[in-house]
């Protein structure tokens, strides 16, 4: 078990690095857009550009392989949180590749961020495909509300976006949040169903999930792209990418405790868990730029 953890840890740390070192080289050609482009000129531009695509198949590519092999050793819980090690590479490579400039308030926000979810990791709360039973009626229903509410978290963050120029970028930056929230966790019923099915367990309820997983980790993924392309037109990638981060760190917490619906008994994690909270909404407070008076 402890070989596995550790398997699955090194796996989401350079899931992390190669997430975030694909934003910078996809920002970086969001960068170079012809401002006179409309919005499908846009994408024919990106498309057609070798350091977007780059970029791409580090983020969504070589992220996605160290990803997927993480969840399976671990679970759906820490994998998000553990990959918040790549941003401690932000600051740097968008100073020196973007000659974007950050402050104290981004670099605390960044650092507080990956100190959250440093501490959400140590709890060690671990879910594993095949003690989860995809058959359980209340367990179905907790999946839908928890789909459902993501969809609608997302499409407020939109719709808060159009109306609201001025932190448009950071408000972006939040929705390109939502899609991964989605697809982190339907990586879970796809590996849960994907064992069966391919051992011959041809049960109803097996393919419908498997089925299911698929087309959402498709459309979530491809969504997901265009949201943080649209963020990165509006704000730097040291902000939109860790702002990004919030709701996909606190999510995972959603899926233990309500989808899942376990509990800790261990006083040390459940101490973890809220610190790893509290300090993961402070850093969302420094990135969005909002200022607090006291």
């Not at 499908?40 to 160290?66: C, D, H, P, Q």
């Not at 594993?128 to 509300?145: A, G, H, T």
Request: glycine share 8%; hydrophobic share 55%.
């Amino acid at each position: 078990m402890n070989f596995l953890y550790v398997g699955g840890v090194l796996s989401a740390v350079l899931a992390g690095v190669c997430n975030f070192s694909g934003q910078i080289l996809q920002k970086k050609s969001v960068n170079r857009i012809p401002k006179h482009l409309n919005k499908s000129e846009r994408a024919k531009y990106l498309l057609k550009n070798k350091l977007w695509l780059i970029g791409l198949f580090i983020y969504i590519g070589m992220s996605t392989v160290f990803y997927m092999i993480a969840e399976y050793l671990t679970g759906p819980v820490l994998v998000p949180g553990i990959m918040t090690s790549g941003l401690l590479i932000l600051p740097f490579a968008a100073s020196k590749i973007l000659g974007e400039k950050n402050g104290l308030k981004e670099i605390s926000g960044i650092f507080l961020l990956v100190s959250g979810t440093v501490l959400i990791a140590l709890s060690r709360i671990v879910i594993l495909p095949d003690e989860v039973d995809l058959s359980d009626k209340d367990l179905l229903f907790r999946i839908f509300y928890l789909t459902a509410g993501t969809v609608l978290s997302w499409i407020a963050f939109d719709v808060f976006a159009r109306f609201n120029k001025r932190k448009r970028g950071v408000l972006k930056g939040f929705a390109a949040g939502f899609p991964y929230v989605l697809s982190n966790f339907w990586i879970f019923p796809l590996y849960g169903s994907m064992i069966p099915v391919f051992n011959g367990q041809f049960s109803s309820v097996y393919i419908i999930f498997f089925v299911l997983s698929a087309v959402i980790l498709i459309i979530t993924n491809i969504l997901g792209i265009s949201e943080l392309q649209a963020a990165f037109r509006y704000e730097d990638v040291s902000i939109v990418a860790p702002v990004q981060q919030i709701p996909i760190q606190i999510a995972p917490l959603f899926y233990y405790f309500f989808v899942f619906d376990n509990r800790i008994a261990d006083l040390s994690s459940n101490i973890y868990i809220i610190s790893g909270v509290i300090l993961i909404l402070i850093s969302g407070f420094l990135l969005s730029k909002v200022n607090i008076k006291v």
